[in-house]
């Protein structure tokens, strides 16, 4: 079985600040990780994705998130935060490509001009 | 990159009556197919997984008979809510994944359902 664990459903920064936003998983296999993001009313957009390869990986929009093993986490990040960071952010596990992805509870990003 | 599109996008239908959600792998073979529905302000639950020419696999808790899934191509899932009711109001997100090597699903744009 997997599931995902994000710490904190809101997170608050100011304009510049760094991003941290947490994800923990358990997977009984070497999982595929995922980060999402989804503006009001849209779907989801892959901002980076895990797949047993180099454990720091780098997405789209300055983001980027290191895997490790040791800690079970997927940790989400980006140096400067921009206005248009802010959207509710999704880590996701699955076990294969073609196996469905189970998903955090989601984290509302905010910025704070 | 692959691409997936839904549609409608948003519908808003009577207390009794049935609605179809159509998702569409445009530029790849869509071997399985996810749907997934969301609550306001909540995450993704899965709903059913859909192999084309297989019966749907529906998570538990899921009505099959409420919800019907159907992948007759390689192409397309549709889902469908039968006898709508307004709990059945929701965003019903699809995904797709085949053979694009890339362990990724697709995520169409999702379908806001209103029921009235």
């Known amino acids: 079985a997997q599931s995902v664990t994000q710490l904190g459903s809101h997170v608050s920064v100011s304009e510049g600040a760094l991003v941290l936003l947490r994800c923990n998983y358990s997977s009984s296999v070497p999982p595929y990780l995922f980060w999402y993001v989804q503006y009001p009313n849209q779907g989801l957009q892959l901002l980076l994705k895990y797949t047993s390869a180099a454990t720091l990986v780098k997405g789209i929009n300055g983001f980027e998130a290191e895997f490790k093993k040791s800690e079970t986490s997927f940790h989400l990040t980006k140096p400067s935060a921009h206005m248009s960071d802010a959207a509710e952010y999704f880590c996701?596990?699955?076990?294969?490509?073609?196996?469905?992805?189970?998903f955090g509870k989601g984290t509302r990003l905010s910025v704070i001009a | 990159g692959a691409v997936v599109s839904q549609h409608p996008s948003w519908v808003i239908c009577k207390s009794g009556t049935s609605v179809k959600i159509e998702c569409r792998s445009l530029d790849f073979q869509a071997t399985t197919m996810f749907w997934y529905r969301q609550f306001p302000k909540q995450s993704l639950m899965l709903m059913a997984t859909?192999?084309?020419?297989?019966?749907?696999?529906?998570e538990q808790g899921v009505e099959k008979d409420k919800f019907l899934i159907n992948h007759a191509s390689l192409t397309l899932s549709t889902l469908t809510v039968t006898s709508a009711h307004p709990e059945d109001s929701s965003f019903y997100i699809c995904s797709a994944t085949g053979l694009t090597g890339t362990h990724e699903q697709y995520f169409g744009p999702g379908t806001r359902l209103t029921v009235t």
């Open positions: 996701a596990v699955s076990a294969a490509g073609n196996t469905p992805l189970v």
């Open positions: 859909s192999n084309e020419g297989s019966k749907a696999t529906y």
